[in-house]
């Protein structure tokens, strides 16, 4: 099951990968459009849509990865039992919220394509389309969430070091 999720999570952050050079594709399309006089029609929804899948998309993989930030503070004052309590509080308010976010985005994507609702802009394309990617990447959030919770209850999960959030900066 392991290796299963692992794979979800990082095909999830592959894709994502692949929607940002898609969107550096759009950027430079647009870009290459205008510089010699003719226009693409699009092109900066498009960009709004890939990147709005790439983000979406690369949630999970950040939250293992343990590069989400967190406000330690109070986590490092607290020690045994206390932070241990404070750890499943926390991850069980996140999961929650992941499931409600998961569940609403997937109704989002669904009402779209049963209203037949498309973009305003000059592309008309149908939203459920570009919904689809946050609606999946809402639900891998969730179902990482409930693996983390999973595996602080079985007292598994790997903890996440002070210093580690010095390495980003």
């Not at 037949?116 to 689809?132: E, K, N, Y």
């Amino acid at each position: 099951m392991r290796r299963l999720l692992d794979f979800v999570y990082d095909g999830a952050a592959a894709v994502a990968a692949l929607f940002m050079v898609c969107l550096l594709g759009m950027v430079l399309l647009s870009i290459i459009s205008r510089q010699l006089h003719f226009h693409v029609p699009g092109t900066d929804a498009y960009a709004g849509y890939l990147m709005a899948a790439a983000g979406f998309l690369a949630l999970a993989h950040t939250l293992k990865r343990g590069e989400h930030i967190r406000v330690t503070l109070l986590l490092n004052f607290l020690k045994g039992g206390a932070r241990k309590g404070f750890e499943l509080w926390a991850l069980a308010i996140a999961t929650l919220l992941a499931v409600l976010f998961a569940v609403y985005s997937c109704k989002l994507a669904w009402q779209s394509h049963a209203f037949h609702d498309i973009s305003t802009g000059s592309d008309a394309t149908p939203l459920w389309i570009p919904q689809i990617a946050m609606a999946a990447g809402t639900v891998i959030l969730a179902i990482a969430f409930i693996d983390e919770l999973v595996l602080e209850l079985m007292g598994k999960r790997a903890d996440a070091h002070a210093g580690d959030a010095l390495r980003n900066e």
